[in-house]
């Protein structure tokens, strides 16, 4: 290591060495950031499922629960006249 030129080669070397290094750490915890991510979002998305799941199999596509106006027919259906039954 008596020459000059030598010594600054390798101190070159372990600097680029070391940059690498964190390079390639900064690329690592990136990549399991985007991983954490994306398993945050598919259990948010799972979650969505089972609500609307839930919501679909407690629909009844025939009748529409309306406090004003009581229960309403998807088909509109005839309108009972209450006089017509006796």
Known sequence: MNDPSIY???????VLGLVVLV???ALVVGVLQE???RRRKRAELAAL??????LVASYDSHALH???LGLT???GGDP???KDER
């Open 73 to 75: 027919m998807a088909d």
């Open 66 to 68: 309306v406090p004003e």
């Open 49 to 54: 499922d089972r609500e609307v799941s839930n």
């Open 8 to 14: 600054w080669l390798s101190v070159m070397n372990i």
């Open 23 to 25: 390079c390639c750490g």
């Open 35 to 37: 991983i954490a991510a």
């Open 80 to 82: 009972v006249d209450r």
